[in-house]
């Protein structure tokens, strides 16, 4: 099993639509859970951190399930400036200090007019 | 403020060549990471440093891999020599602490292809 796991999409959605995407991830003791999105040809930028109580921030909402261990993010009213890829991270540090993220290979996100 | 710095933006170079690439993080940001991204593919980290002592490099191919942040400020990553695999974009990061719930703050990025 991957470390973290994404649909690849592409998910083509029109303008006003609600999208979700899923991330799974292998290590049950992972701490912190993130979204990043990509732009094509840019670096990633943090959408939302992702908390045990789930967090909300305007049209986009996360949530962590640790039981079935996968976080999610819903985005709402879907704008054609949320075309980009997004990426779920995951720190899976393994020893005190080693806080790397692991990354999925991202979901590719078109909002179409 | 001012982001993490990377250059140079892009490289172009033959396989057995050497390449390096530099970056400075966020000022005050103590712990600064290495990424390889290849297209189509999440970020991988390289190396990650806690000022200038190297926390992580499980993951860095060290036969060919160099990474040094001597001042804890700093750092470059070299390559010697490439392969046609080690096209991919190169992406530093920084975060405050190195904390688990620390935001982990991108650059631009080194697009590198080796040809």
């Known amino acids: 099993r991957k470390e973290v796991e994404q649909d690849p999409g592409p998910f083509n959605v029109p303008e006003g639509a609600t999208v979700a995407f899923n991330c799974t991830y292998s290590?049950?003791?992972?701490?912190?859970f993130f979204w990043y999105r990509q732009d094509c040809r840019k670096e990633p930028k943090l959408l939302m951190s992702?908390?045990?109580s789930g967090n909300e921030d305007g049209r986009f909402t996360a949530q962590l399930n640790r039981a079935s261990q996968y976080i999610s993010l819903l985005i709402r009213d879907s704008k054609l400036s949320d075309s980009a890829t997004y990426l779920c991270?995951?720190?899976?540090?393994?020893?005190?200090?080693?806080?790397?993220?692991?990354f999925g290979k991202g979901t590719r996100l078109s909002v179409i007019a | 403020e001012a982001g993490v710095a990377q250059s140079p933006r892009y490289k172009i170079i033959e396989k057995r060549q050497s390449v390096a690439f530099w970056c400075n993080p966020i000022?005050?940001?103590?712990?600064l990471y290495w990424y390889q991204q290849i297209l189509g593919q999440g970020p991988k980290l390289l190396i990650q440093?806690?000022?200038?002592?190297?926390?992580?490099d499980s993951q860095l191919p060290k036969d060919r891999f160099s990474a040094e942040r001597l001042k804890g400020v700093d750092s470059t990553l070299k390559i010697q020599p490439a392969k046609l695999e080690d096209s991919a974009v190169y992406l530093c990061?920084?975060?405050?602490?190195?904390?688990?719930?620390?935001?982990?703050?991108f650059g631009p990025g080194t697009r590198l292809t080796v040809l």
């Open positions: 990061a920084s975060s405050p602490r190195g904390g688990s719930t620390d935001t982990q703050y």
């Open positions: 991270a995951v720190n899976m540090g393994r020893f005190p200090g080693n806080t790397p993220l692991v």
């Open positions: 290590n049950s003791a992972s701490q912190s």
């Open positions: 000022s005050g940001h103590a712990t």
């Open positions: 440093f806690q000022n200038n002592g190297v926390v992580d």
């Open positions: 992702v908390y045990s």
